[in-house]
């Protein structure tokens, strides 16, 4: 029974969502900095700290989405909804990770401290009340992604660009669309169930995604342009990595038309193809950023 209810306890806290912390990589990355002394060891450190902070809100998430949860076909499974973990023990231990990442967070650099108290408290309202807000609860899951690449600069320092912010947020946009269109898409007759989409139809979440992947694939390409204007000498790379990632984001794309994208890590950590297209664009952005 103890080892059940630890089980359970772990799985609440979301360990295959971790893979989203990744993003705080992202402005090390991208400004070609990442391996510099004084980079590497604090955006690691945030990562840490996120996934604490991240762990500590689905834990009050699913707190509050019990009875909903219960009534979901697949989230009914969730160890809360399913009676293996406690309404008090997931308190508990939200309120502990919570308190451990802020403190990381802050020990790292005040910035980063701040970025990670700006999204506990989004994230909070978005349990309480936002969620049940047409368009404020997609800007605040898609805040939940882009304060994550903002966690990177906040850790290190690292200014970011006017390009890397729009590609941030537009991307942030898109994923958290496309999620929602997926559950839609899934649940079909039973969306009902899910309050955050009783104000949503598959038209509008469709201009959405598609709205949001328009302006996220224009902007990386005028990023990538811009880092390397024409008449510079050497590979182009850059500019090379448009192509995988407009195949990677087309790729995703596919399993978000299917109603595939509700959970996406999972798309992750399953497609081989779009793992390989992330792959090839994260060489060819390395490369350029890098200098190979």
Request: aromatic share 10%.
């Amino acid at each position: 029974m103890a080892a059940t209810a630890l089980t359970g306890a772990v799985r609440a806290t979301r360990p295959r969502q971790w893979v989203k912390n990744i993003l705080v990589l992202a402005a090390p990355v991208a400004a070609g900095r990442l391996f510099e002394p004084g980079v590497l060891v604090p955006t690691l450190l945030a990562v840490v700290a996120f996934c604490l902070v991240a762990s500590a809100v689905y834990l009050l998430n699913d707190v509050s989405d019990v009875d909903e949860d219960r009534r979901h076909p697949v989230k009914q499974h969730r160890p809360i909804a399913a009676g293996l973990v406690s309404p008090r023990l997931a308190t508990l231990l939200a309120a502990a990770a919570g308190l451990a990442g802020l403190v990381l967070g802050f020990a790292i650099r005040f910035e980063l401290g701040l970025t990670l108290v700006v999204y506990v408290a989004l994230q909070v309202a978005y349990s309480w009340w936002l969620k049940h807000q047409p368009v404020l609860d997609l800007a605040c899951v898609a805040a939940g992604f882009l304060l994550r690449a903002v966690a990177g600069g906040a850790a290190t320092g690292i200014p970011l660009s006017q390009w890397f912010l729009l590609v941030a947020s537009f991307g942030s946009l898109f994923m958290v669309s496309g999620k929602r269109y997926s559950e839609m898409r899934s649940l079909g007759a039973d969306a009902g169930t899910r309050r955050a989409l009783e104000s949503y139809t598959v038209g509008y979440l469709r201009f959405v995604w598609g709205l949001s992947t328009a302006v996220t694939l224009m902007t990386y390409s005028l990023w990538a342009f811009e880092m390397d204007p024409p008449g510079d000498s050497g590979v182009p790379w850059n500019p090379i990595s448009i192509a995988p990632f407009v195949l990677g984001t087309l790729r995703y794309a596919v399993h978000i038309d299917a109603g595939e994208a509700g959970e996406p890590e999972d798309i992750v950590l399953h497609d081989r193809v779009l793992q390989g297209l992330g792959v090839i664009w994260l060489a060819t952005v390395c490369a350029g950023v890098f200098g190979a």
